[in-house]
C-alpha cells in the first residue's frame, strides 16, 4: 500500500473460496476450506480524510498482502489480486486450509506468528519507493463490517546530504522497545503501547551514495509512547557508528506518539553532523585520502617533512602534474615530468628509502619483517635480534636527512612514517590482501573505473579501482568493467589510481600511462620464491579492464615488472592501532545465527583465553569470561592465526566480538546484556600487557572483558566481589595466583565505565541467585543460577560454606543454565583439583545435567569420576588452549557417560571431537545438537553436527 498516511482505515470484509473452473461463491461461517481451494477477501475501504496530511485518500496498492490465520492459528498470506488504485481490493490466498480465523494484519509481513500478534520490524531494507509502513490489524466476524485499526504511530525522518559511504541508519530508543514482538486483543484491536524500561532500537539498511547531497525520508513506524529520548546514528560499511553521528536527537515537536499520529521531523543536514575527515575507511582500515608525493623544491605540508605531503584528492597520480597536452584515456602515451618532481618510478616507495646499508632491498634473517612505522638505522646486520637492536625510537626517527634518497642513508625504514612525522605509516600486506588477495574474494568490493577532469581544456580519464566495504548483509562484488566514477563515488571509498611505467629506466618520463601501478606494503622478506609480501600490482589490459591482485613474485607476473609506478597510499597511524578488525564472512555452509525460541551455548575459540557465549531463548545474552593472555610455548597455535601478516589475525578480543556479532544478528542487538567474569584470572578476564592500547582516557589497558566492552557495550557486569574492594581488602592468597596489576586494570575499567556509561556493576548474589541474569525480553522457562562462590555451595535450601584452600580457582562463581528440562553446568575453574570436596558439594545439588562446561580446561585432575558419577553429562564441552590438555583421565571420567569435544585437543587424547568453536544449540523441547564450527577463518561454517540428543 503506498501513500498510507492514515489515522484509521474502515474495510468490510467479505468471504469466498473458488475452484479453478467455477466462479466465486460466498462461504458461511464455520463451513471447512479443504487444501488446495483459493479463498478471496473482498477488503472495501471507503475514501478517509487524513487529519496529518488533508489532501490524502486511501488506496490499495499492487503487491500489497495482508495476512489472515485459519482457526487452528497456521498463518496465510492473501495479496491483491483486483483494486489497485482504488479503495476496494479483492485479496486471495491459493492454499488455504482450514476455518477462516478472526485476525488479519497489513502489512503481511509484520504479522507474527500466532494470532493476536504483530511484529514491529528491528531491521529494514530501504526501498525509495516505500512509503509510510503504517501497522494494521482487523478483526474478522465471519464476513459482516469489521474494521481496520492503526496499532501505532509513524515517525517521517527527512535528511538532507547524507556521506556517501553511510550504510545504515538506526533509530534507537534508550527507554522503550520500538521493535520486536506486540500482542494485542484479536476481537476488539487497541493501539500498542511501547514496553518502557526496555531499550531497542531499528536499522535500515542503505545502498551506498542514497542520500548523496539530495534530500531523502524513511518512515518508521513505532508503537504508542513517550519517544522524548529517540535519537538516530548512521553506520559505514564496516557497520561502526559513523564519528559525529552517535548521538543525533531527532527534533520532535512533541514526545508522545499515539495511534494515528504521523509525525513529520525537521530537516536535518547529515553531512554538518559528521566529524570524520582526512581518511577513507574502508574494511577497518583508514587510508590517506591520496597518495603520497614529494618535491624537489619544497612544499607547505602540514606537520610532513620539508617537501612532503598527501595528494588532495584520491585520483590524483604519484608523480605531480603531467606536462601533454593529449587526452589521457589509457593509450599509449609519453609523459615528461617536471625538473621538480622525484622520480617515484626508479626511486620512491621502499627502494634506496628503506634500503640496508650499501644494500639491496631490506633482508632480514627470519622470513618476513614488517616495517609499519619504524625506522632503523644503518648497520642492521642480518638477524631479528640485530635489526629489533638497530630500531630508532623517539624524535630521532624524524631527523631530516636531507632528500632521504642518497644510497647510504643515515635512516631507513617505513618511508611515509617517516614523511609523516608519525602521523601515517605504510599499510602491512594484511591491509592490501583485505581489500582483494589475487582472484580470491574478500570481503570489500571492486570496481573498474575512471574519473573524469580536465587540463587544458581536454577531459582527461584517471584510470584505477575503487574499493568499498561490503557489509554482513550483502555478497562482495568485483567488476572489471571499467565505469565512470562520480564524486559520490570517490567518497564512498579508496581509489587507486595507475601510475604508468618508465620509459627505457629513465628517472623523469613514463609511458603507459594508465598502465599499471604497484602500491608498497610494509612487510618485506626472503624466502625461496623472492621477496614476498612486498607489493600489491595494479594492472589494466587494453579495455581498461582490471587486473588487480596480491603478487609475491611480480616481476613473473603479466600484469607488471619492475617497471611499474611505485605508489604508496598510506594509512592513518596510531600506536595503539589493531592489525586487523575483521568481520564475520558467512558462506551456504555457515550455522545462522540465533532465532527467538531457542538457546544458544558457544565456545569461541581464540586458543589464547576462555570465553564462553550464550544467548537465552528470549534474546538475553550472557558472555561468560573474556581471557586474553599472552604468547608462550605451553600454548597451541592461535586461532585463526598465528602469523601478524596475515589479514585473519587480529587481537584476541577482536575473534570474540566477531562471532558474537554475528550470532547476535537476530536479537537486534548492539550490546551485552549480562557478562560474568567468574573469577580474576587473565584467561578468564584479560591480561594488561603494555604493548596492548590504553583507554581513551589512558587510565587502564583495554585486554578480555574491557576490551570487548570497545566493540559491544556490556549493560551488567557481575564477578565475586564487585565494586568498592580493593586488591587488599579480600584474601587474594598469593601474587603468583591473583595478579595486582591484572586485578587494580579491571576494576578501573569498571569504575570508569558505571560513571561514564551508566554500566551497572554488582557482586554476585546469594539472594538473587534465581534472578540476577533474568530474561530481559519476554517469558521464557530459562535462567541462569548461581550455584557456587568463594569456596560456598548451594545445597538445596541455602548456600553453605565448605573448606577452603584460598586459591582463587575455588573461588570461581558456579553456574546452572537450565531451559526447560535441559540443564548445562558451568564449573569456571572450580574443579576437582580445588580440594576440600568443594566440586563434590557443589555438583551433588546440581545432580544429573545434559551438557557440562568442564572445569579448569579439562586440565590434571581437573575433573574424576566422582564428579561425573553425580553429573552424568550427555555431552562435555571444554575450552582448552594448553599443548597439555584436556586430560586423558579427566576425559575418560566424562566419556563414561557421553560425548567429550575440546576447542582444542593439545593433549591428543582420543574425543568425540575437536579443534574448533562449539556451539550447543537447544531447543524448546529440550532436544539440543552440538555443531563444531571452522576457526581458521571468520565464515564459522559447520565441520561437524551431533544430535539430536534428549533430556533427562
Same mark, same amino acid.
Given at each position: 500500500?503506498?501513500?498510507?498516511?492514515?489515522?484509521?482505515?474502515?474495510?468490510?470484509?467479505?468471504?469466498?473460496?473458488?475452484?479453478?473452473?467455477?466462479?466465486?461463491?460466498?462461504?458461511?461461517?464455520?463451513?471447512?476450506?479443504?487444501?488446495?481451494?483459493?479463498?478471496?477477501?473482498?477488503?472495501?475501504?471507503?475514501?478517509?480524510?487524513?487529519?496529518?496530511?488533508?489532501?490524502?485518500?486511501?488506496?490499495?496498492?499492487?503487491?500489497?498482502?495482508?495476512?489472515?490465520?485459519? &482457526?487452528?492459528?497456521?498463518?496465510?498470506?492473501?495479496?491483491?489480486?483486483?483494486?489497485?488504485?482504488?479503495?476496494?481490493?479483492?485479496?486471495?490466498?491459493?492454499?488455504?486450509?482450514?476455518?477462516?480465523?478472526?485476525?488479519?494484519?497489513?502489512?503481511?509481513?509484520?504479522?507474527?506468528?500466532?494470532?493476536?500478534?504483530?511484529?514491529?520490524?528491528?531491521?529494514?531494507?530501504?526501498?525509495?519507493?516505500?512509503?509510510?509502513?503504517?501497522?494494521?490489524?482487523?478483526?474478522?466476524?465471519?464476513?459482516?463490517?469489521?474494521?481496520?485499526?492503526?496499532?501505532?504511530?509513524?515517525?517521517?525522518?527527512?535528511?538532507?546530504?547524507?556521506?556517501?559511504?553511510?550504510?545504515?541508519?538506526?533509530?534507537?530508543?534508550?527507554?522503550?522497545?520500538?521493535?520486536?514482538?506486540?500482542?494485542?486483543?484479536?476481537?476488539?484491536?487497541? =493501539?500498542?503501547?511501547?514496553?518502557?524500561?526496555?531499550?531497542?532500537?531499528?536499522?535500515?539498511?542503505?545502498?551506498?551514495?542514497?542520500?548523496?547531497?539530495?534530500?531523502?525520508?524513511?518512515?518508521?513506524?513505532?508503537?504508542?509512547?513517550?519517544?522524548?529520548?529517540?535519537?538516530?546514528?548512521?553506520?559505514?560499511?564496516?557497520?561502526?557508528?559513523?564519528?559525529?553521528?552517535?548521538?543525533?536527537?531527532?527534533?520532535?515537536?512533541?514526545?508522545?506518539?499515539?495511534?494515528?499520529?504521523?509525525?513529520?521531523?525537521?530537516?536535518?543536514?547529515?553531512?554538518?553532523?559528521?566529524?570524520?575527515?582526512?581518511?577513507?575507511?574502508?574494511?577497518?582500515?583508514?587510508?590517506?585520502?591520496?597518495?603520497?608525493?614529494?618535491?624537489?623544491?619544497?612544499?607547505?605540508?602540514?606537520?610532513?617533512?620539508?617537501?612532503?605531503?598527501?595528494?588532495?584528492?584520491?585520483?590524483? &597520480?604519484?608523480?605531480?602534474?603531467?606536462?601533454?597536452?593529449?587526452?589521457?584515456?589509457?593509450?599509449?602515451?609519453?609523459?615528461?615530468?617536471?625538473?621538480?618532481?622525484?622520480?617515484?618510478?626508479?626511486?620512491?616507495?621502499?627502494?634506496?628509502?628503506?634500503?640496508?646499508?650499501?644494500?639491496?632491498?631490506?633482508?632480514?634473517?627470519?622470513?618476513?619483517?614488517?616495517?609499519?612505522?619504524?625506522?632503523?638505522?644503518?648497520?642492521?646486520?642480518?638477524?631479528?635480534?640485530?635489526?629489533?637492536?638497530?630500531?630508532?625510537?623517539?624524535?630521532?626517527?624524524?631527523?631530516?636527512?636531507?632528500?632521504?634518497?642518497?644510497?647510504?642513508?643515515?635512516?631507513?625504514?617505513?618511508? !611515509?612514517?617517516?614523511?609523516?612525522?608519525?602521523?601515517?605509516?605504510?599499510?602491512?600486506?594484511?591491509?592490501?590482501?583485505?581489500?582483494?588477495?589475487?582472484?580470491?574474494?574478500?570481503?570489500?568490493?571492486?570496481?573498474?573505473?575512471?574519473?573524469?577532469?580536465?587540463?587544458?581544456?581536454?577531459?582527461?580519464?584517471?584510470?584505477?579501482?575503487?574499493?568499498?566495504?561490503?557489509?554482513?548483509?550483502?555478497?562482495?562484488?568485483?567488476? !572489471?568493467?571499467?565505469?565512470?566514477?562520480?564524486?559520490?563515488?570517490?567518497?564512498?571509498?579508496?581509489?587507486?589510481?595507475?601510475?604508468?611505467?618508465?620509459?627505457?629506466?629513465?628517472?623523469?618520463?613514463?609511458?603507459?600511462?594508465?598502465?599499471?601501478?604497484?602500491?608498497?606494503?610494509?612487510?618485506?622478506?626472503?624466502?625461496?620464491?623472492?621477496?614476498?609480501?612486498?607489493?600489491?600490482?595494479?594492472?589494466?589490459?587494453?579495455?581498461?579492464?582490471?587486473?588487480?591482485?596480491?603478487?609475491?613474485?611480480?616481476?613473473?607476473?603479466?600484469?607488471?615488472?619492475?617497471?611499474?609506478?611505485?605508489?604508496?597510499?598510506?594509512?592513518?597511524?596510531?600506536?595503539?592501532?589493531?592489525?586487523?578488525?575483521?568481520?564475520?564472512?558467512?558462506?551456504?555452509?555457515?550455522?545462522? =545465527?540465533?532465532?527467538?525460541?531457542?538457546?544458544?551455548?558457544?565456545?569461541?575459540?581464540?586458543?589464547?583465553?576462555?570465553?564462553?557465549?550464550?544467548?537465552?531463548?528470549?534474546?538475553?545474552?550472557?558472555?561468560?569470561?573474556?581471557?586474553?593472555?599472552?604468547?608462550?610455548?605451553?600454548?597451541?597455535?592461535?586461532? =585463526?592465526?598465528?602469523?601478524?601478516?596475515?589479514?585473519?589475525?587480529?587481537?584476541?578480543?577482536?575473534?570474540?566480538?566477531?562471532?558474537?556479532?554475528?550470532?547476535?544478528?537476530?536479537?537486534?542487538?548492539?550490546?551485552?546484556?549480562?557478562?560474568?567474569?567468574?573469577?580474576?584470572?587473565?584467561?578468564?578476564?584479560?591480561?594488561?600487557?603494555?604493548?596492548?592500547?590504553?583507554?581513551?582516557?589512558?587510565?587502564?589497558?583495554?585486554?578480555?572483558?574491557?576490551?570487548?566492552?570497545?566493540?559491544?557495550?556490556?549493560?551488567?557486569?557481575?564477578?565475586?566481589?564487585?565494586?568498592?574492594?580493593?586488591?587488599?581488602?579480600?584474601?587474594?592468597?598469593?601474587?603468583?595466583?591473583?595478579?595486582?596489576?591484572?586485578?587494580?586494570?579491571?576494576?578501573?575499567?569498571?569504575?570508569?565505565?558505571?560513571?561514564?556509561?551508566?554500566?551497572?556493576?554488582?557482586?554476585?548474589?546469594?539472594?538473587?541467585?534465581?534472578?540476577?541474569?533474568?530474561?530481559?525480553?519476554?517469558?521464557?522457562?530459562?535462567?541462569?543460577?548461581?550455584?557456587?562462590?568463594?569456596?560456598?555451595?548451594?545445597?538445596?535450601?541455602?548456600?553453605?560454606?565448605?573448606?577452603?584452600?584460598?586459591?582463587?580457582?575455588?573461588?570461581?562463581?558456579?553456574?546452572?543454565?537450565?531451559?526447560?528440562? %535441559?540443564?548445562?553446568?558451568?564449573?569456571?575453574?572450580?574443579?576437582?583439583?580445588?580440594?576440600?570436596?568443594?566440586?563434590?558439594?557443589?555438583?551433588?545439588?546440581?545432580?544429573?545435567?545434559?551438557?557440562?562446561?568442564?572445569?579448569?580446561?579439562?586440565?590434571?585432575?581437573? %575433573?574424576?569420576?566422582?564428579?561425573?558419577?553425580?553429573?552424568?553429562?550427555?555431552?562435555?564441552?571444554?575450552?582448552?588452549?594448553?599443548?597439555?590438555?584436556?586430560?586423558?583421565?579427566?576425559?575418560?571420567?566424562?566419556?563414561?557417560?557421553?560425548?567429550? %569435544? !575440546?576447542?582444542?585437543?593439545?593433549?591428543?587424547?582420543?574425543?568425540?571431537?575437536?579443534?574448533?568453536?562449539?556451539?550447543?544449540?537447544?531447543?524448546?523441547?529440550?532436544? %539440543?545438537?552440538?555443531?563444531?564450527?571452522?576457526?581458521?577463518?571468520?565464515?564459522?561454517?559447520?565441520?561437524?553436527?551431533?544430535?539430536?540428543? &534428549?533430556?533427562?
Amino acid at each position: 500500500m503506498k501513500k498510507l498516511f492514515v489515522p484509521a482505515i474502515m474495510a468490510t470484509f467479505a468471504l469466498f473460496f473458488s475452484s479453478c473452473e467455477k466462479g466465486l461463491v460466498e462461504v458461511e461461517p464455520g463451513i471447512n476450506i479443504t487444501k488446495g481451494r483459493v479463498v478471496e477477501i473482498s477488503a472495501s475501504m471507503p475514501e478517509t480524510k487524513v487529519s496529518v496530511a488533508s489532501n490524502g485518500k486511501v488506496t490499495w496498492a499492487d503487491g500489497d498482502k495482508i495476512a489472515a490465520f485459519n &482457526t487452528s492459528g497456521t498463518k496465510f498470506e492473501f495479496e491483491l489480486v483486483d483494486g489497485a488504485g482504488t479503495s476496494s481490493g479483492l485479496f486471495r490466498c491459493d492454499s488455504f486450509v482450514g476455518d477462516l480465523g478472526q485476525t488479519a494484519v497489513y502489512p503481511a509481513s509484520y504479522a507474527g506468528s500466532t494470532p493476536g500478534e504483530v511484529e514491529y520490524p528491528s531491521v529494514k531494507d530501504y526501498d525509495a519507493a516505500e512509503q509510510v509502513p503504517v501497522v494494521m490489524a482487523a478483526h474478522l466476524d465471519g464476513g459482516a463490517s469489521s474494521s481496520f485499526v492503526q496499532l501505532g504511530g509513524v515517525i517521517e525522518l527527512n535528511m538532507y546530504d547524507i556521506p556517501a559511504y553511510v550504510r545504515a541508519l538506526v533509530v534507537k530508543s534508550s527507554s522503550n522497545t520500538i521493535s520486536g514482538t506486540y500482542t494485542y486483543n484479536v476481537s476488539t484491536p487497541e =493501539p500498542i503501547a511501547a514496553r518502557t524500561g526496555s531499550p531497542s532500537s531499528l536499522e535500515i539498511r542503505l545502498p551506498l551514495k542514497v542520500g548523496y547531497q539530495v534530500n531523502t525520508k524513511f518512515y518508521v513506524p513505532l508503537p504508542t509512547g513517550n519517544f522524548d529520548d529517540l535519537i538516530i546514528q548512521f553506520l559505514d560499511g564496516d557497520e561502526d557508528v559513523i564519528e559525529g553521528t552517535e548521538s543525533i536527537k531527532i527534533p520532535t515537536t512533541y514526545g508522545n506518539v499515539h495511534a494515528r499520529d504521523y509525525i513529520s521531523m525537521a530537516q536535518l543536514n547529515i553531512r554538518s553532523k559528521v566529524t570524520r575527515e582526512g581518511y577513507i575507511k574502508v574494511e577497518g582500515i583508514k587510508w590517506a585520502t591520496g597518495n603520497l608525493r614529494v618535491y624537489k623544491n619544497g612544499t607547505d605540508g602540514v606537520g610532513f617533512q620539508t617537501g612532503w605531503n598527501i595528494w588532495d584528492k584520491q585520483w590524483k &597520480t604519484e608523480y605531480g602534474e603531467w606536462k601533454s597536452t593529449e587526452a589521457i584515456d589509457g593509450t599509449d602515451y609519453n609523459y615528461s615530468m617536471d625538473s621538480n618532481v622525484y622520480d617515484h618510478f626508479n626511486w620512491g616507495g621502499l627502494s634506496r628509502a628503506a634500503r640496508v646499508h650499501n644494500a639491496g632491498f631490506i633482508q632480514a634473517a627470519p622470513d618476513k619483517l614488517d616495517i609499519a612505522g619504524k625506522i632503523y638505522s644503518v648497520d642492521t646486520g642480518a638477524t631479528a635480534e640485530a635489526w629489533a637492536a638497530a630500531e630508532v625510537t623517539g624524535d630521532d626517527r624524524f631527523v631530516d636527512v636531507g632528500t632521504f634518497q642518497s644510497t647510504n642513508p643515515t635512516i631507513h625504514g617505513d618511508l !611515509a612514517f617517516w614523511a609523516s612525522k608519525g602521523q601515517m605509516r605504510l599499510p602491512r600486506s594484511g591491509e592490501l590482501k583485505v581489500l582483494r588477495a589475487g582472484n580470491d574474494v574478500t570481503n570489500a568490493n571492486l570496481q573498474a573505473g575512471y574519473y573524469v577532469t580536465e587540463r587544458d581544456g581536454k577531459a582527461q580519464h584517471i584510470y584505477g579501482v575503487l574499493i568499498t566495504s561490503s557489509t554482513s548483509w550483502e555478497t562482495s562484488t568485483s567488476n !572489471a568493467t571499467a565505469i565512470e566514477l562520480t564524486d559520490a563515488d570517490m567518497e564512498a571509498g579508496l581509489f587507486l589510481p595507475k601510475a604508468g611505467r618508465r620509459v627505457n629506466n629513465s628517472a623523469t618520463s613514463m609511458k603507459y600511462f594508465n598502465g599499471q601501478g604497484a602500491y608498497w606494503s610494509s612487510t618485506f622478506g626472503s624466502n625461496t620464491e623472492g621477496f614476498t609480501d612486498c607489493v600489491t600490482v595494479l594492472g589494466f589490459n587494453g579495455s581498461n579492464g582490471i587486473v588487480y591482485g596480491y603478487t609475491t613474485v611480480w616481476n613473473k607476473m603479466n600484469i607488471g615488472d619492475t617497471q611499474c609506478g611505485n605508489l604508496i597510499r598510506p594509512v592513518l597511524y596510531n600506536p595503539s592501532d589493531e592489525v586487523n578488525t575483521p568481520k564475520a564472512a558467512p558462506t551456504a555452509n555457515s550455522l545462522r =545465527p540465533w532465532r527467538k525460541g531457542e538457546m544458544d551455548i558457544h565456545l569461541i575459540n581464540s586458543a589464547r583465553g576462555e570465553c564462553n557465549f550464550v544467548i537465552m531463548p528470549d534474546g538475553t545474552s550472557i558472555i561468560i569470561d573474556a581471557g586474553e593472555i599472552g604468547e608462550n610455548e605451553e600454548l597451541v597455535s592461535r586461532k =585463526p592465526s598465528d602469523d601478524s601478516s596475515d589479514p585473519l589475525f587480529a587481537r584476541v578480543y577482536k575473534v570474540y566480538t566477531t562471532y558474537m556479532k554475528y550470532f547476535l544478528q537476530n536479537t537486534r542487538h548492539n550490546y551485552i546484556d549480562y557478562a560474568l567474569a567468574t573469577h580474576y584470572h587473565t584467561d578468564h578476564i584479560g591480561a594488561p600487557k603494555t604493548n596492548y592500547k590504553m583507554s581513551a582516557d589512558g587510565s587502564y589497558i583495554v585486554s578480555g572483558l574491557s576490551a570487548i566492552y570497545e566493540d559491544i557495550p556490556i549493560k551488567t557486569l557481575v564477578d565475586r566481589m564487585g565494586p568498592g574492594v580493593g586488591f587488599n581488602d579480600f584474601a587474594h592468597y598469593s601474587e603468583d595466583d591473583i595478579h595486582e596489576d591484572t586485578y587494580n586494570n579491571y576494576i578501573t575499567f569498571a569504575q570508569k565505565m558505571v560513571a561514564r556509561d551508566g554500566m551497572v556493576w554488582q557482586a554476585i548474589s546469594e539472594a538473587n541467585r534465581n534472578s540476577q541474569f533474568a530474561p530481559k525480553y519476554g517469558t521464557t522457562n530459562a535462567s541462569f543460577k548461581v550455584i557456587g562462590h568463594d569456596y560456598k555451595y548451594w545445597n538445596g535450601s541455602s548456600f553453605t560454606t565448605g573448606s577452603t584452600d584460598n586459591r582463587e580457582n575455588g573461588s570461581s562463581i558456579t553456574m546452572l543454565l537450565s531451559y526447560g528440562k %535441559f540443564n548445562c553446568y558451568f564449573g569456571a575453574d572450580c574443579g576437582a583439583q580445588c580440594g576440600y570436596d568443594i566440586m563434590k558439594n557443589i555438583c551433588s545439588g546440581v545432580g544429573k545435567v545434559e551438557v557440562l562446561k568442564a572445569p579448569h580446561h579439562m586440565a590434571e585432575n581437573a %575433573f574424576s569420576n566422582t564428579q561425573a558419577v553425580i553429573l552424568q553429562p550427555k555431552v562435555t564441552v571444554v575450552s582448552s588452549f594448553s599443548v597439555t590438555t584436556p586430560n586423558e583421565a579427566c576425559v575418560a571420567a566424562a566419556d563414561a557417560f557421553g560425548d567429550v %569435544f !575440546a576447542t582444542n585437543n593439545g593433549a591428543g587424547v582420543s574425543l568425540k571431537d575437536a579443534g574448533g568453536h562449539f556451539c550447543v544449540r537447544v531447543q524448546g523441547d529440550g532436544t %539440543f545438537m552440538v555443531y563444531k564450527l571452522k576457526d581458521t577463518d571468520y565464515s564459522y561454517e559447520v565441520l561437524a553436527s551431533y544430535g539430536p540428543y &534428549t533430556c533427562y
